[in-house]
């Protein structure tokens, strides 16, 4: 195979975003007919290298060559003449236009929607997808989306596909659909490019695979010659454990009690429908299930942050005594005495104030502290440089804007933050998305540290493997329900799998 | 009784700048832009009229071809919006300027334009007429259909307006059509609701913004000189345009985005604008001015009812009054 | 090609001098064009600018009030738009409170009441006056997500129609529909003079500026506003009571409006007049977005926006022009100060290697 020409080839690209260097001199070859996974880890430069092929960043250095030809691929429209289509993680659709509308946006002719809803049954029935032509994005899952966004690049006659980590935000099952309809591709004579970083999926899918590391292309190799391990390495440029811990619990009792815990979003849907379980004491309780499920109203219904229609939420504090938590906002739980700390999913938009340096954001949640009518800065201020030192944290300074750290620093400063004022309770959202791997296992540390100090932590993932390593139980949500509670030590990947579909219809 | 057959056309009247306005910001607010110099685009379009109706009324003096009187005000108009109009995309497009600042600039830039040439437009020129009245152009722009006085009632409410009332509507229903039916339209929706995709998709996000907010100046700048030319018969007096600039924009938040029912909407202002003088006071004239709020308290309640419902097709454009940056991280 | 980029941190001094120089070009600009449209000499046009604020000590004066009012009506929209609400109702909040002091100098006046009741009775109806004007959208905006951009824009209007109806009313002299002078004779509810009239609004607002630095940089309720303008999610998320901070940081930029009022009324004008507030509350926007919403860079910013006002007046009288000659100018120097934001944030490059024909 190596004697093909590429069809695309990039040399020597390099990006700089102000001081960051994105990509330095990269290399990668992509060939028809086969699966490249582009692995490494996040911040590693993989999306900005792809970016740059599909036209949305233009390379500082280095050139681009398609089919043997060197080409200047300025903007989107440059690279879809090319045949080049990306399919972007945040999905790149306009919520209130209609399936068609929106697979026929920016190409030339006529508007005729009635053709195009034809030729989009076409390629459905070719590669095998499910997609309603008429059907409003607003009100299609996640996964539908994601089916959308494939047809739409299919439509235009693109023969180079990327995809930028698209299994994110699809359940066990519906990746193997979807890596059966890229194996269909593949055989069709397309080059499919997959960004990822989990080394399963590049195992499962690729023919080839090509790794990042910092900006650096660090080599490529066809997949059946390499394992995980060495993978890895290159990922991270040293020898990796790649095991989490699972301390025992100790001297477990109920923390939090969940009964019929209903809610409905603005709109009316069922979002949690008569959800119960108990949070214990020194216990990691995992929460399994697809994306947008429930997962954020139920946390958010625990931290105060969103209205009940029924059931009981309580707090049990040592001695026995409940404390209900519903209808209460997060002041009022924290006057009630309830050390709730909670890691939300969003963490600029609601963890933190992207724009407030670090010593301000620490003041979150200690401004009231103190009488009168003036905050209180040093000790917030203090407490920032302790957390900057204690938690390697990376940053000019304290007085730097939050907004401008790394994801991985971002989320220290979150968690440290949460956890300073020692909780009975963490709520964690997808504590480690879009972190790399140091981070995240810094992470997990921290949160078997607060474990082990009896903290009742409650974790909502995405990633099964690690939410079977790291919690002693999961809860798996599916469409608002709960559909079981499992031992982490004794459930395996396929099981947790099938719970969180089981229930069939999920209303979106 | 209430007289329906001359309130009619004075409403139609007043609802025609309006309804120019607010077509033209529709335009622009679909882009993603929220032009809030709409104001100062509405007074530079009727100005901009004026100087040119007031330089060929004196050039010709009595001479008048009846086609460059209507021609050459025109023009005038539609360069004078485009000009404001590219400011603003200068400013907020590529500059990426927050676009309420530069929209309350734009409006103390086109009114004072609009105010200053307006008083001291006879200076400038150094002629001997005493005041802007431009009484031979403002016919050539008013003149209706003339059998339209035959027709009793029905040629009153429906046929008695000048052609720019005429062109208001069409424009109206014509930005309808390409919003909602080409693929001109479904680009440009693309642009104002998300510019990323729209990017992606190959479209380009700058080009729509620039055109579409330059044609929605041009279309708001005729309503300005649909104002002074017509309504105000040819006279301009400084502040007289007033706040229908503003009433503009609400109404299109009224109009929740569709320029078609800016048709009815805008006339429904207009009839509210000359309410006060249509219902009798008697020999108390403060009580006129508490009329006179008429068509702010509905703008008030309005938004209040639309705030309160939301549904889902009748939200503004998602991406209204941000900028767009590709390489933004 | 032209290569844009987003700068990382900008030392303070540089941004100050980007800034400082299209304050220089806008200058320059307005200078052209006053040049271009009265065909004087550059020297004359800049002497006489400086002549409209500088040229008597009186001039000096009014330029100083002017300059406090226009100072005090930004400093009120500040926290509001650091909460980011476009409070375009300053005008109308301005007008609100005047038109309580007014009333109250008209109606307590005629009952014969003494300037020590009718003071305290005009502080406190004016500040009400301008926080309840500025409370109604806010409390809509809290409560549905109004858009509070124009329903405070239509406030305006409706306290405009408010004072033209009293002006109707209580016209004096009868006929003009004008209130004219209140208390001419008594001079009731005047509000004291300092040394000479102007003393009492300079000292009034300076104070303002010191408290509005404070609470917006050092206590819970600045805290609070900037989070809420930062993000509802956060604010919710750390149990800040989102509505209330809106309608009490709003309520508090109506009151200072109301504040501007009573100033104008009872210190300077005397009078009430549906024009009192002359558009400031928009010029105001513009003084506080200019001055980065820092309270004491708002002094410099709206001294300068005065000074080209006043001067670009007695331009526009000495070449018999149209006083809307200052809105041009204004105009024209608020485009440059807003198109240098962007060298602020972005880096322009230029590369010489050209895009390919297609």
């Given at each position: 195979?190596?004697?093909?020409?590429?069809?695309?080839?990039?040399?020597?690209?390099?990006?700089?975003?102000?001081?960051?260097?994105?990509?330095?001199?990269?290399?990668l070859?992509?060939?028809?007919?086969?699966?490249?996974?582009?692995?490494?880890?996040?911040?590693?430069?993989?999306?900005?290298?792809?970016?740059?092929?599909?036209?949305?960043?233009?390379?500082?250095?280095?050139?681009?060559?398609i089919?043997?030809?060197?080409?200047?691929?300025?903007?989107?429209?440059?690279?879809?003449?090319?045949?080049?289509?990306?399919?972007?993680?945040?999905?790149?659709?306009?919520?209130?236009?209609?399936?068609?509308?929106?697979?026929?946006?920016?190409?030339?002719?006529?508007?005729?929607?009635?053709?195009?809803?034809?030729?989009?049954?076409?390629?459905?029935?070719?590669?095998?997808?499910?997609?309603?032509?008429?059907?409003?994005?607003?009100?299609?899952?996640?996964?539908?989306?994601?089916?959308?966004?494939?047809?739409?690049?299919?439509?235009?006659g693109?023969?180079?596909?990327?995809?930028?980590?698209?299994?994110a935000?699809?359940?066990?099952?519906?990746?193997?659909?979807?890596?059966?309809?890229?194996?269909?591709?593949?055989?069709?004579?397309?080059?499919?490019?997959?960004?990822?970083?989990?080394?399963?999926?590049?195992?499962?899918?690729?023919?080839?695979?090509?790794?990042?590391?910092?900006?650096?292309?660090?080599?490529?190799?066809?997949?059946?010659?390499?394992?995980?391990?060495?993978?890895?390495?290159m990922?991270?440029?040293?020898?990796?454990e790649?095991?989490?811990?699972?301390?025992?619990?100790e001297?477990?009792?109920?923390?939090?009690?969940?009964?019929?815990?209903?809610?409905?979003?603005?709109?009316?849907?069922?979002?949690?429908?008569?959800?119960?379980?108990?949070?214990?004491?020194?216990?990691?309780?995992?929460?399994?299930?697809?994306?947008?499920?429930?997962?954020?109203?139920?946390?958010?219904?625990?931290?105060?942050?969103?209205?009940?229609?029924?059931?009981?939420?309580?707090?049990?504090?040592?001695?026995?005594?409940?404390?209900?938590?519903?209808?209460k906002?997060?002041?009022?739980?924290?006057?009630?005495?309830?050390?709730?700390?909670?890691?939300?999913?969003?963490?600029?938009?609601?963890?933190?104030?992207?724009?407030?340096?670090?010593?301000?954001?620490?003041?979150?949640?200690?401004?009231?502290?103190?009488?009168?009518?003036?905050?209180?800065?040093?000790?917030?201020?203090?407490?920032?440089?302790?957390?900057?030192?204690?938690?390697?944290?990376?940053?000019?300074?304290v007085?730097t804007?939050?907004?401008?750290?790394?994801?991985?620093?971002?989320?220290?400063?979150?968690?440290?933050?949460?956890?300073?004022?020692?909780?009975?309770?963490?709520?964690?959202?997808?504590?480690?998305?879009?972190?790399?791997?140091?981070?995240?296992?810094?992470?997990y540390?921290?949160?078997?540290?607060?474990?082990?100090?009896?903290?009742?932590?409650?974790?909502?993932?995405?990633?099964?493997?690690?939410?079977?390593?790291l919690?002693?139980?999961?809860?798996?949500?599916c469409?608002?329900?709960?559909?079981?509670?499992?031992?982490?030590?004794?459930?395996?990947?396929?099981?947790?799998?099938?719970?969180?579909?089981?229930?069939?219809?999920?209303?979106? | 009784?209430?007289?329906?057959?001359?309130?009619?056309?004075?409403?139609?009247?007043?609802?025609?700048?309006?309804?120019?306005?607010?077509?033209?910001?529709?335009?622009?607010?679909k882009?993603?832009?929220?032009?809030?110099?709409?104001?100062?685009?509405?007074?530079?379009?009727?100005?901009?009229?004026?100087?040119?109706?007031?330089?060929?009324?004196?050039?010709?003096?009595?001479?008048m071809?009846?086609?460059?009187t209507?021609?050459?005000?025109?023009?005038?108009?539609?360069?004078?919006?485009?000009?404001?109009?590219?400011?603003?995309?200068f400013?907020?497009?590529?500059?990426?300027?927050?676009?309420?600042?530069?929209?309350?600039?734009?409006?103390?830039?086109?009114?004072?334009?609009?105010?200053?040439?307006?008083?001291?437009?006879?200076?400038l020129?150094?002629?001997?007429?005493?005041s802007?009245?431009?009484?031979?152009?403002?016919?050539?722009?008013?003149?209706?259909?003339?059998?339209?006085?035959?027709?009793?009632?029905?040629?009153?409410?429906?046929?008695?307006?000048?052609?720019?009332?005429?062109?208001?509507?069409?424009?109206?229903?014509?930005?309808?059509?390409?919003l909602?039916?080409?693929?001109?339209?479904l680009?440009?929706?693309?642009?104002?609701?998300?510019?990323?995709?729209?990017?992606a998709?190959?479209?380009?996000?700058?080009?729509?913004?620039?055109?579409?907010?330059?044609?929605?100046?041009?279309?708001?700048?005729?309503?300005?000189?649909?104002?002074?030319?017509?309504?105000?018969?040819?006279?301009?007096?400084?502040?007289a345009?007033?706040?229908?600039?503003?009433?503009?924009?609400?109404?299109?938040?009224?109009?929740?985005?569709?320029?078609?029912?800016?048709?009815?909407?805008?006339?429904?202002?207009?009839?509210?604008?000359?309410?006060?003088?249509?219902?009798?006071?008697?020999?108390?004239?403060?009580?006129?001015?508490?009329?006179?709020?008429?068509?702010?308290?509905?703008?008030?309640?309005?938004?209040?009812?639309?705030?309160?419902?939301?549904?889902?097709?009748?939200?503004?454009?998602?991406?209204?009054?941000?900028?767009?940056?590709?390489e933004?991280? | 090609?032209?290569?844009?980029?987003?700068?990382?941190?900008?030392?303070?001094?540089?941004?100050?001098?980007?800034?400082?120089?299209?304050?220089?070009?806008?200058?320059?600009?307005?200078?052209?064009?006053?040049?271009?449209?009265?065909?004087?000499?550059?020297?004359?046009v800049?002497?006489?600018?400086?002549?409209?604020?500088?040229?008597?000590?009186?001039?000096?004066?009014?330029?100083?009030?002017?300059?406090?009012?226009?100072?005090c009506?930004?400093?009120?929209?500040t926290?509001?738009?650091?909460?980011?609400?476009?409070?375009?109702?300053?005008?109308g909040?301005?007008?609100?409170?005047?038109?309580?002091?007014?009333?109250?100098?008209?109606?307590?006046?005629?009952?014969?009441?003494?300037?020590?009741?009718?003071?305290?009775?005009?502080?406190v109806?004016?500040?009400?006056?301008?926080?309840?004007?500025?409370?109604?959208?806010?409390?809509?905006?809290?409560?549905?997500?109004?858009?509070?951009?124009?329903?405070?824009?239509?406030?305006?209007?409706?306290?405009?129609?408010?004072?033209?109806?009293?002006?109707?009313?209580?016209?004096?002299?009868?006929?003009?529909?004008?209130?004219?002078?209140?208390?001419?004779?008594?001079n009731?509810?005047?509000?004291?003079?300092?040394?000479?009239?102007?003393?009492?609004?300079?000292?009034?607002?300076?104070?303002?500026?010191l408290?509005?630095?404070?609470?917006?940089?050092?206590?819970k309720?600045?805290?609070?506003?900037?989070?809420?303008?930062?993000?509802?999610?956060?604010?919710?998320?750390?149990?800040?009571?989102?509505?209330?901070?809106?309608?009490?940081?709003?309520?508090?930029?109506?009151?200072?409006?109301g504040?501007?009022?009573?100033?104008?009324?009872?210190?300077?004008?005397?009078?009430?007049?549906?024009?009192?507030?002359?558009?400031?509350?928009?010029?105001?926007?513009?003084?506080?977005?200019?001055?980065?919403?820092?309270?004491?860079s708002?002094?410099?910013?709206?001294?300068?926006?005065?000074?080209?006002?006043?001067?670009?007046?007695?331009l526009?009288?000495?070449?018999?022009?149209?006083?809307?000659f200052?809105?041009?100018?204004?105009?024209?120097?608020?485009?440059?100060?807003?198109?240098?934001?962007?060298?602020?944030?972005?880096?322009?490059?230029?590369?010489?290697k050209?895009?390919?024909?297609?």
């Amino acid at each position: 195979m190596e004697e093909k020409i590429p069809a695309v080839m990039m040399r020597d690209i390099t990006k700089r975003f102000g001081s960051v260097l994105a990509n330095d001199k990269c290399w990668l070859n992509i060939y028809r007919g086969e699966v490249l996974a582009l692995l490494g880890e996040n911040g590693s430069g993989k999306t900005t290298l792809m970016n740059m092929l599909s036209g949305i960043y233009f390379p500082d250095e280095g050139t681009i060559s398609i089919d043997g030809k060197e080409v200047t691929i300025a903007d989107p429209s440059d690279a879809l003449a090319l045949g080049i289509g990306m399919i972007h993680q945040h999905f790149k659709l306009v919520d209130v236009f209609t399936a068609a509308q929106n697979i026929v946006l920016g190409l030339p002719g006529k508007l005729d929607l009635k053709e195009a809803s034809r030729k989009i049954r076409e390629i459905c029935e070719r590669y095998g997808f499910d997609v309603d032509p008429e059907q409003k994005v607003f009100d299609m899952s996640v996964s539908q989306k994601q089916t959308v966004e494939i047809v739409k690049v299919l439509y235009r006659g693109a023969d180079i596909l990327i995809l930028d980590e698209p299994t994110a935000v699809l359940t066990p099952q519906e990746t193997e659909k979807l890596f059966a309809v890229l194996r269909n591709m593949r055989d069709d004579g397309k080059a499919v490019v997959i960004i990822t970083h989990k080394m399963h999926e590049v195992e499962s899918i690729s023919d080839r695979v090509a790794i990042l590391r910092k900006g650096h292309f660090t080599g490529d190799m066809l997949t059946k010659d390499t394992n995980a391990q060495e993978m890895t390495n290159m990922m991270v440029g040293r020898p990796v454990e790649l095991n989490i811990d699972r301390p025992e619990p100790e001297d477990s009792r109920p923390r939090i009690e969940l009964k019929d815990v209903t809610v409905r979003d603005e709109e009316g849907l069922l979002k949690l429908d008569h959800v119960s379980f108990t949070a214990m004491s020194g216990e990691v309780l995992g929460i399994a299930g697809i994306s947008g499920c429930g997962q954020k109203e139920l946390l958010e219904a625990i931290a105060g942050l969103q209205p009940v229609e029924e059931g009981s939420i309580s707090y049990i504090e040592d001695d026995g005594k409940h404390e209900e938590l519903i209808g209460k906002d997060p002041l009022d739980i924290k006057k009630l005495g309830v050390a709730l700390s909670f890691v939300p999913e969003d963490r600029l938009g609601m963890g933190l104030v992207g724009n407030m340096d670090l010593s301000d954001n620490m003041m979150l949640r200690s401004y009231r502290n103190g009488k009168g009518l003036f905050t209180n800065r040093k000790d917030p201020h203090h407490l920032a440089e302790m957390m900057v030192d204690f938690l390697e944290i990376v940053t000019p300074s304290v007085e730097t804007p939050v907004r401008r750290l790394s994801g991985g620093n971002v989320q220290k400063v979150l968690v440290g933050r949460e956890i300073s004022n020692a909780p009975k309770v963490l709520l964690t959202a997808y504590a480690t998305r879009g972190l790399d791997i140091n981070s995240s296992y810094t992470i997990y540390d921290l949160i078997n540290q607060q474990k082990q100090r009896g903290v009742a932590v409650i974790y909502v993932g995405e990633d099964l493997d690690v939410l079977l390593e790291l919690c002693d139980r999961i809860v798996v949500l599916c469409g608002g329900k709960v559909s079981g509670i499992v031992d982490g030590r004794k459930t395996d990947k396929n099981e947790v799998g099938a719970m969180m579909t089981k229930l069939g219809g999920v209303s979106e | 009784m209430f007289d329906f057959i001359s309130f009619i056309p004075r409403a139609v009247m007043q609802g025609v700048p309006l309804m120019l306005g607010c077509t033209g910001e529709t335009i622009t607010e679909k882009s993603g832009n929220l032009n809030l110099g709409t104001a100062g685009i509405m007074y530079v379009g009727g100005i901009s009229g004026v100087i040119g109706a007031f330089l060929y009324e004196n050039a010709a003096g009595t001479e008048m071809n009846p086609f460059l009187t209507i021609a050459i005000p025109l023009l005038c108009c539609i360069v004078g919006s485009i000009l404001m109009g590219l400011i603003y995309c200068f400013l907020t497009v590529t500059l990426r300027a927050n676009q309420n600042v530069t929209g309350l600039a734009l409006t103390t830039f086109g009114v004072g334009l609009g105010n200053f040439f307006g008083g001291s437009l006879i200076k400038l020129v150094k002629t001997d007429i005493p005041s802007v009245v431009l009484t031979r152009t403002s016919q050539a722009f008013s003149r209706t259909l003339p059998f339209a006085d035959r027709l009793g009632w029905f040629g009153k409410i429906f046929l008695s307006y000048s052609f720019l009332a005429y062109v208001a509507i069409a424009l109206a229903l014509f930005a309808s059509f390409v919003l909602n039916r080409t693929r001109t339209g479904l680009e440009l929706r693309s642009v104002g609701e998300n510019p990323g995709t729209a990017d992606a998709a190959g479209i380009n996000v700058v080009r729509y913004k620039y055109l579409t907010t330059c044609i929605g100046s041009v279309v708001s700048g005729l309503g300005g000189l649909y104002y002074v030319m017509d309504y105000a018969s040819g006279v301009w007096s400084n502040n007289a345009f007033g706040d229908r600039g503003w009433l503009a924009i609400a109404l299109v938040i009224f109009t929740i985005w569709r320029p078609s029912v800016s048709i009815l909407a805008s006339i429904l202002f207009g009839g509210l604008y000359i309410l006060n003088v249509y219902i009798p006071t008697g020999t108390n004239l403060a009580i006129k001015e508490i009329y006179k709020m008429a068509p702010y308290i509905v703008t008030i309640v309005v938004l209040v009812i639309s705030s309160m419902q939301k549904k889902r097709e009748n939200q503004p454009p998602a991406a209204l009054g941000l900028s767009y940056f590709r390489e933004e991280r | 090609m032209i290569q844009i980029s987003k700068r990382g941190e900008l030392t303070r001094s540089k941004a100050l001098l980007i800034r400082l120089l299209a304050i220089a070009l806008g200058i320059l600009a307005c200078a052209l064009i006053t040049v271009i449209t009265t065909r004087q000499n550059p020297l004359l046009v800049l002497q006489a600018l400086v002549k409209g604020s500088f040229g008597s000590s009186r001039r000096s004066w009014i330029f100083f009030q002017n300059t406090a009012i226009l100072l005090c009506i930004a400093l009120a929209v500040t926290p509001a738009f650091k909460m980011r609400c476009w409070n375009l109702g300053a005008e109308g909040q301005v007008l609100a409170g005047a038109m309580a002091t007014a009333a109250c100098m008209v109606l307590m006046g005629r009952a014969g009441l003494s300037t020590a009741v009718i003071i305290p009775c005009m502080v406190v109806s004016s500040i009400i006056a301008g926080a309840l004007w500025a409370a109604i959208p806010a409390f809509f905006k809290a409560r549905f997500n109004t858009n509070e951009t124009l329903f405070t824009l239509m406030m305006n209007y409706v306290a405009t129609q408010i004072v033209a109806y009293f002006c109707v009313k209580w016209e004096n002299p009868k006929g003009s529909c004008k209130i004219g002078v209140i208390n001419q004779k008594t001079n009731l509810g005047w509000l004291p003079e300092l040394g000479n009239k102007y003393i009492l609004v300079l000292a009034v607002v300076a104070l303002l500026t010191l408290f509005m630095y404070f609470y917006l940089n050092y206590t819970k309720h600045g805290y609070e506003l900037t989070v809420v303008g930062e993000s509802d999610n956060t604010a919710r998320y750390v149990g800040i009571k989102v509505n209330r901070v809106i309608i009490r940081t709003m309520a508090l930029s109506g009151a200072i409006c109301g504040i501007a009022g009573l100033l104008l009324v009872g210190g300077i004008n005397h009078t009430v007049a549906t024009t009192i507030a002359g558009g400031q509350g928009f010029t105001a926007v513009m003084v506080s977005w200019l001055a980065n919403f820092n309270p004491l860079s708002m002094i410099l910013s709206s001294g300068l926006l005065v000074f080209l006002e006043t001067g670009a007046n007695e331009l526009a009288t000495s070449c018999g022009l149209n006083a809307s000659f200052g809105d041009i100018l204004t105009g024209v120097l608020i485009f440059f100060i807003i198109g240098s934001e962007f060298f602020v944030n972005y880096h322009v490059s230029f590369r010489s290697k050209k895009k390919e024909d297609k």
